[in-house]
């Protein structure tokens, strides 16, 4: 029921991968992760499955912060990864309102090894490299990007991400080259990378302050 | 003859593949068939098998015939091979008290529970050229299986047994120390090197899985040179066997399934537990024995002996001797590597090598120039000459 | 992926297994991550000998699509025979297209230079890498390299430039150059000539780095910074070919091959196969890299 029939492990796996990795070295760079039927739990943004899909293996482990059984069950069905606890998974899945303890107990990796620094996957609501309409109900980031991969700044615009989270994130690339690698999935397929060495500055809409990360 | 840019690579590469065939049957022999080679090669398809870390005497044959008889190409075969097919399952651990017995011998006891079983070797054969061996015809073989078959007194032959180990008489008399008996046994955990980079300082699990993929000739020559000195193992054999060991792995439903017998070769070198630095602590003041452990595929003594050496001389890291040297040793005895790296010199080198030519060129142009300025008769030191001059 | 079949000759698209790719594909985002840092990989063998290219291979093959154009050189030349053996492979088992021209080339798979036609942002540059480590000519072991990284502790490769230039007026750096990059990562950009080690800061195109007998990913994502370690007062400098032109096109501006004839008479000629060819057309001058090192020497040469 759960095992995903239309998803091609060697072409789909491939294509998001390079439009992953081409994010990843663009940090801000918007893609959209889509192109195949998938039935992920409600709890995960399909771009977030997609990316469990294309990377996950039984070599490597996962965290979820919401309906972990469910999300345990899709991925280790589909990917034959296992769950495991949030300060050792290799992989967090979490939700832009999860409170930030989770991503403080990600690892960072250690100064010889720094790349077993935890990816953590984000589902948030919109992603947009265009100002997103504001209203009331909604917590909108602006958030001004630059460091390797951005030729000068790069500014996205994130609704649905709680800025503590993001605050965390800062402390725990705090002493680069430890740190977390993240990922933001929205609900339209959209997903955008900020690696550790990604500088972000934040501007937080309703309360028009800066903070500067990083 | 034209610079590389005309485009000959591909054609000069199909005429190489041709002209490898064609040595390989120019002289119009009948082709050798994988049985004869499986059958008469048994020593060098064990060896490939060893160093291509893959069990598969058929597909070690095939290896073979496709390479004319070198043996470490037809190890790179296997292990390309082996790498691209799936991993199913893990067997269960191999206890080789089980083994089927072909070959047993201990040099630490003259006698031993069980017996000396000195089996195939061709330790005592004299190794003087056999010239009846040209003539070899299909009846004299069948005349010496009838010869032999007769020699078999049916009388003589008993129930298959297993035979204990030696260490174990050492160790029901308090005299061995296990390896997490050391002091600082380090990382015990069980890893594969063929799916994650090795990290030093290795777990012991690495260093064995590597030396047991090891070119027999690299780790040969690593573990002698232990023995004559650069080094602290020489060792005794505590026992050496060869033989055939079950294999079982868990079904999906949790069973313990039999799916064959491979035959391996097992060494246990009896050799002096590390000495702990402070006193009251691992060996104190007993020089314990510890064992240097080898096992690898197929029928392969020195290899395993080697192994033996080398696991225990491994364990007293020190950079004093190679064999004692953890990167030295496993970096430099994979088979395939070494061979592709040295090998790889044959590629060509222009670019890098016009590169250097030019700092020579340039350093040569420093020196005249230096040279000039100092001659000049003004009295004036030289200047350092800076590096940007056309 | 088919089941195993005794003595069948199926192998999966692009050779390697869908686990050992998605290794390599999680290693390769983490390797962009942190830009010069040498990530460890399983790096299983291939039909191709350890030192050939097999981490080049590795890459190549874990990110391969159907779309790809793929170009492959080696010393600059796509006609090599080293090149043509990879191509061939890489063609056999993905069905891709190839190339020679480096512009329509999406994965370029290269063995010790750059092109000399500048890449694009759609465009990925993979290089094949003998010695990943930069700090192997001043500490042997990577017990101590890893621990040199991890604390940016590079004081021995300083003092080993710093040595050379004392005893031989210069650097004396030829091939594979030490970098810095992110101003964190020392990193070995591969033996390519110091002709190319600009080519690689603030780039707009993505580089990746295979060295799979050492078992060794690494990155440099575009706009990113490279500098080639020099002292304030000793600078890198690329190779000087002073009036030097190509025989067969007359123009300079590019890194030349040096070619003896029976006579012992000597010439040069463009080392780019498909710079040269390019050259030889009537199209206009394709355009090379930006970096200033390159500029200076096209301002006198043109």
Known sequence: ?214 | ?390 | MSPFQKFSHQFNFAFIDENTKREIRRKLLKAICIPGYQVPYSSPEMPIARGWGTGGLHVTLAIIGKTDTVKVIDQGSDASVNACNLRDFIQRVTNCATTFDTHAASLIQTRHRIPEEVLTNNQILIFQVPQPEPLRSVERYETKTREMHGEADYAKMWVALYEAYVRFGGIMRGADYPVMVNGRYIMAPSPIPRWDVPNLHQSECLFLFGAGREKRLYAVPPHTDVEPLEFDDVRFSIERFGDIRCSLTGKAGAFMDELYDDMGGVRHVINDSDFLDKLLTDIPRPAQWQNPYLQEKLNQTL
């Not at chain 1, 800025?163 to 397929?189: C, F, M």
């Open chain 1, 1 to 214: 029921m759960i095992r995903e029939t239309a998803y091609n492990t060697v072409f789909d796996a491939q294509t998001h991968f390079r439009l992953l990795m081409d994010s990843m070295a663009r940090p801000g760079k918007i893609y959209m992760l889509n192109g195949v039927a998938i039935n992920p739990p409600r709890s995960l943004n399909r771009a977030s499955a997609l990316i469990g899909l294309a990377l996950l293996n039984a070599d490597v482990t996962f965290f979820a912060s919401r309906s972990p059984d469910d999300i345990a069950d899709y991925l280790r069905t589909n990917t034959a990864s296992r769950p495991a606890d949030a300060p050792t998974a290799d992989f967090l899945f979490l939700s832009g309102i999860d409170d930030p303890t989770l991503i403080d107990r990600a690892q960072t990796g250690s100064l010889s090894y720094p790349e077993t620094g935890a990816s953590v996957i984000i589902d948030v609501t919109a992603v947009s490299d265009q100002p997103l309409p504001a209203n009331d109900l909604a917590q909108i980031l602006t958030l001004h990007l630059t460091g390797p991969g951005i030729k000068t700044t790069q500014t996205v615009f994130i609704n649905g991400l709680n800025p503590a989270l993001l605050d965390s994130v800062r402390k725990k690339n705090a002493e680069y080259p430890l740190g977390i690698d993240l990922i933001l999935a929205d609900a339209d397929d959209r997903v955008i990378c900020l690696p550790r060495t990604t500088k972000i500055a934040v501007h937080h809409h309703q309360s028009n302050k800066w903070d500067t990360l990083l």
């Open chain 2, 1 to 390: 003859m034209g610079y590389v840019a005309v485009k000959g690579g591909t054609e000069a590469i199909a005429n190489s593949i041709a002209l490898v065939e064609f040595y390989r049957v120019k002289d119009e022999t009948t082709p050798i068939e994988i049985g004869q080679l499986q059958a008469q090669f048994r020593l060098a398809i064990d060896k490939i098998m060893g160093e291509g870390s893959f069990y598969a005497p058929e597909y070690g044959a095939l290896a073979l015939k496709q390479v004319e008889g070198d043996v470490l190409e037809a190890a790179f075969i296997m292990r390309a091979f082996r790498a691209t097919v799936s991993r199913q399952y893990y067997s269960s651990i191999i206890d080789t008290r089980n083994m089927f017995v072909q070959r047993r011998i201990s040099a630490s006891f003259r006698d031993i529970p069980g017996g000396q079983v000195l089996g195939p070797t061709y330790d005592y054969t004299q190794r003087i050229i056999d010239t009846r061996l040209a003539t070899e015809s299909y009846e004299q073989v069948q005349a010496f299986l009838t010869r032999f078959r007769a020699n078999l007194a049916d009388t003589d032959l008993t129930a298959v047994k297993t035979f204990g180990k030696v260490i174990d008489l050492l160790r029901a008399q308090g005299l061995l120390k296990g390896v997490n008996e050391d002091p600082a046994p380090g990382d015990t955990r069980v890893v594969d090197v063929t799916r994650e980079a090795i990290r030093f300082p290795a777990p012991r699990s690495a260093r064995l899985q590597m030396l047991a993929r090891a070119e027999t000739g690299g780790i040969m020559a690593l573990g002698y040179s232990s023995m004559r000195g650069h080094g602290s193992v020489h060792p005794t054999v505590g026992e050496l066997r060869v033989g055939l060991v079950d294999v079982r792995v868990l079904d999906p439903r949790g069973r313990n399934r039999y799916i064959g017998r491979v035959r391996v070769t097992e060494a246990e070198m009896i050799t002096s537990a590390k000495a702990a630095k402070k006193k009251g602590r691992g060996a104190g003041n007993v020089p314990y024995y510890s064992i240097g452990y080898g096992l690898c595929f197929g029928h392969n003594e020195t290899k395993a002996i080697c192994m033996g050496i080398l696991d225990r001389a491994m364990r007293e890291a020190s950079t004093d001797s190679p064999s004692q040297d953890q990167e030295f040793v496993l970096y430099h005895t994979d088979g395939i590597e070494a061979m592709g790296f040295t090998n790889h010199l044959k590629l060509p080198h222009y670019v890098t090598f016009q590169s250097g030519l030019n700092n020579v060129r340039e350093a040569i142009e420093r020196e005249k120039q230096q040279k000039a300025a100092a001659d000049q008769p003004t009295g004036i030191a030289p200047e350092s000459v800076l590096l940007d001059q056309e």
